[in-house]
Nanobody
Framework: QVQLAESGGGLVQAGGSLRLSCAASGRTFSSYAMGWFRQAPGKEREFVAAISWSGGTTIYADSVKGRFTISRDNAKNTVYLQMNSLKPEDTAVYYC????????????????WGQGTQVTVSS
């Protein structure tokens, strides 16, 4: 069982940066691949980025590639999402998720989810 708690969201102007954190409970955090997803009002939840248990493999949605960076610190049971050059279309609730397999783009592959943190980018 893994419990996840996101933090770091907020209001930022276009072009600005935010760093999201996702703290995980449990001693087996390092065995889970972690993902970040987002959901804007009226839209489906979509993939943003994911990272393998070791941190050696990362994947990104095309819409954030080159602007966002996912990383993890297994000693702190935390995964991060550094978001730079933010755009109004990045506005959404951001969720972290965990699963025992490989990093994946698909929401249904993830077993555990946090409650989400709101990111709002003003133009």
């Amino acid at each position: 069982q893994v419990q996840l708690a996101e933090s770091g969201g907020g209001l930022v102007q276009a072009g600005g940066s935010l760093r999201l954190s996702c703290a995980a409970s449990g001693r087996t955090f390092s065995s889970y691949a972690m993902g970040w997803f987002r959901q804007a009002p009226g839209k489906e939840r979509e993939f943003v980025a994911a990272i393998s248990w070791s941190g050696g493999t990362t994947i990104y949605a095309d819409s954030v590639k080159g602007r966002f960076t996912i990383s993890r610190d297994n000693a702190k049971n935390t995964v991060y999402l550094q978001m730079n050059s933010l755009k109004p279309e990045d506005t959404a609730v951001y969720y972290c998720a965990a699963q025992r397999g490989r990093p994946d783009y698909t929401t249904t592959m993830y077993d555990y989810w946090g409650q989400g943190t709101q990111v709002t980018v003003s133009s």
